[in-house]
C-alpha cells in the first residue's frame, strides 16, 4: 500500500484522511453515550448538555488558535485564510475544550468534575484520527524528521522519516490500558482520571515534538511543547495535592 493512501473508487479520489476524521467523532460519541449508560453520572443530564457545548466550542476554537500558531508567519489573504479555517490541532481542542468546559460550568454553577466520562472516548477518537494522519503521510503535517533508524519509513516523499502518528498510536493504546487497570483507583476523586490523561497525553507530546519539522519555534520550542507547558503550569494544583497524598 502506498502512502499518501488516496484510494479511487468510481473515479474519484477518497480523502480517507477526512472520513476517518469524521468516524472518529462518530465512534467516540457513541463509545461515550455507552459509557454514560453504564455509570452512575452524578451531573443532570440538562448541565451534561451544556457542558459538552461547551467542550464543542472550546475545542473548535481551540484547534483552529493553536493550528495557526503553529505556523504564524504566513501572508494573509483569502486562500490562506480558508486554510486556517481547516487548520486544526488535537491538542488546541483538548485544552480549548477543557477551558470551555470549565468556563460553562462556572456559568451554570456545576461543582462536580466532568472529564472522566470523556477520556475514555477521546482517545479512541485521536487513535482512529491518527491512522487517517498516518495514510495521509507527508500531506498531513504530523510527520517525522528524517532518520536512518529502523523505524523509518517512507511517507510519500522518497524520504525515511519517523512515522510520529504510528508513535502515537501506540502510546495511546499502552495509556488506554493502562488507564483501563487504575480506573478503579480514581473513582474515589471525580476527575482525576481525565487530568491523569492530560497530564501523560501532554507529556508525551511535548517529547515527540523533537522529532517533528517544525517550523516555528520561541526560545526553541515548538507552539505545541509551549502549549504542554501551559497544561502542566495549569495542573500545578494537581500536582500539589497528589504529592500532599503520596506523603
Known sequence: MAI?????????????????????????????LFIRKRTTDTISDKNRLSIIVGATFG?????????????????????????????????????????????????????????????????????????????????????GEATNSIFGMDL??????????????????????????????TKHESGLLFKIFMMFYFGFRFLIEFLKPNVFYVIGLSSIQWLCIVCYIYYIPTFRKKKQHAY
Open 4 to 32: 499518501p493512501f488516496e484510494p479511487i473508487i468510481f473515479g474519484i479520489k477518497i480523502n480517507v484522511h477526512l472520513i476517518l476524521e469524521y468516524l472518529a467523532f462518530f465512534v467516540a460519541f457513541r463509545y461515550y
Open 59 to 143: 475545542a473548535l476554537i481551540g484547534s483552529r488558535v493553536i493550528g495557526y500558531a503553529e505556523n504564524p508567519l504566513i501572508s494573509i489573504d483569502t486562500s490562506v485564510l480558508i486554510e486556517l479555517l481547516n487548520t486544526k490541532s488535537i491538542m488546541g481542542g483538548l485544552f480549548g475544550g477543557m477551558l470551555g468546559v470549565e468556563l460553562v460550568k462556572k456559568i451554570i454553577g456545576e461543582k462536580q468534575s466532568s472529564g472522566d466520562l470523556f477520556t475514555f472516548p477521546i482517545i479512541i477518537g485521536i487513535i482512529i484520527g491518527r491512522v487517517g494522519c498516518f495514510l495521509s503521510g507527508v500531506k498531513e503535517f504530523t510527520y
Open 156 to 185: 510519500g516523499d522518497g524520504i525515511h522519516r519517523h512515522p510520529t502518528s504510528l508513535y502515537e498510536i501506540l502510546f495511546l493504546v499502552l495509556l488506554f490500558l493502562v488507564l483501563k487497570r487504575v480506573y478503579m483507583y
